[in-house]
């Protein structure tokens, strides 16, 4: 755990672990144990949209846990976090941002240039990497599977996959915290995501690590 300051603003920094049981646990402690008033998420995720590449940042406006729900005739059908999966307990899934808070975030992004990504990075080529505002799911898998990214993108219309987001923002919810998860897609959840995930996650983090400051600027 970390002390400092952002932008002006008093931060307490954590670094939670992978999944969404380490997840919560962090995010409980940053708010019971450090009166945390936000809590913003910051990592890495798989895009599930053609139109997101490497190096892009996506601000999630909704998060959904699609892992979490009853199994079907082989197929996970979703539900909300902690309502009994069974029939007749369908209903909304998913935790939305706090719309004074989405409202700041789009004002914060717009017009905001991320840094260039490295020619190494990009294979020589040149490309300015964007910032994007939508839907994220998580899960406790690393998404290795064509047809599983595509799955996603279908049924949720996510921007992206990750591991953690769905779990912190049930933990702010339970306890009225508003939450802010910030990704930067360092792989395409396709066969070739465990090889781009640990080249491209260290150099995504800048621009991730950008997108916060700018954020905790105007929170």
Same mark, same amino acid.
């Given at each position: 755990?970390?002390?400092?300051? @952002?932008?002006?603003?008093? *931060? =307490?920094?954590?670094?939670?672990? /992978?999944?969404?049981?380490?997840? %919560? +646990?962090?995010?409980?402690?940053?708010?019971?144990?450090?009166?945390?008033?936000?809590?913003?998420?910051?990592?890495?995720?798989?895009?599930?949209?053609?139109? @997101?590449?490497?190096?892009? *940042? =996506?601000?999630?406006?909704?998060? /959904?846990?699609?892992?979490?729900? %009853? +199994?079907?005739?082989?197929?996970?059908?979703?539900?909300?976090?902690?309502?009994?999966?069974?029939?007749?307990?369908?209903?909304?899934?998913?935790?939305?941002?706090?719309?004074?808070?989405?409202?700041?975030?789009?004002?914060?992004?717009?017009?905001?240039?991320?840094?260039?990504?490295?020619?190494?990075?990009?294979?020589?080529?040149?490309?300015?990497?964007?910032?994007?505002?939508?839907?994220?799911?998580?899960?406790?898998?690393?998404?290795?599977?064509?047809?599983?990214?595509?799955?996603?993108?279908?049924?949720?219309?996510?921007?992206?996959?990750?591991?953690?987001?769905?779990?912190?923002?049930?933990?702010?919810?339970?306890?009225?915290?508003?939450?802010?998860?910030?990704?930067?897609?360092?792989?395409?959840?396709?066969?070739?995501?465990?090889?781009?995930?640990?080249?491209?996650?260290?150099?995504?983090?800048?621009?991730?690590?950008?997108?916060?400051?700018?954020?905790?600027?105007?929170?």
């Amino acid at each position: 755990v970390r002390h400092g300051v @952002i932008e002006g603003k008093p *931060v =307490v920094m954590m670094r939670s672990g /992978v999944g969404k049981v380490n997840a %919560a +646990i962090a995010t409980m402690a940053l708010i019971q144990e450090f009166y945390c008033g936000t809590i913003v998420m910051a990592g890495v995720a798989g895009s599930l949209d053609p139109a @997101i590449g490497i190096g892009d *940042v =996506v601000v999630a406006k909704r998060v /959904v846990q699609h892992d979490y729900g %009853a +199994i079907i005739d082989t197929r996970v059908v979703p539900f909300h976090p902690g309502v009994l999966p069974l029939p007749g307990n369908e209903g909304k899934i998913g935790y939305d941002l706090d719309q004074k808070l989405s409202d700041k975030v789009k004002r914060a992004l717009k017009g905001f240039d991320l840094p260039p990504l490295s020619r190494e990075l990009t294979g020589g080529e040149y490309r300015l990497p964007k910032s994007h505002v939508g839907t994220i799911v998580t899960g406790d898998q690393f998404v290795n599977c064509p047809r599983t990214r595509e799955r996603l993108a279908f049924r949720y219309g996510a921007l992206a996959v990750e591991m953690e987001g769905g779990a912190v923002a049930q933990v702010c919810e339970r306890f009225k915290s508003p939450f802010l998860i910030v990704r930067g897609v360092s792989d395409l959840a396709g066969t070739q995501s465990h090889y781009h995930f640990p080249a491209f996650a260290h150099d995504v983090s800048v621009a991730v690590a950008t997108v916060v400051a700018r954020l905790i600027a105007v929170m």
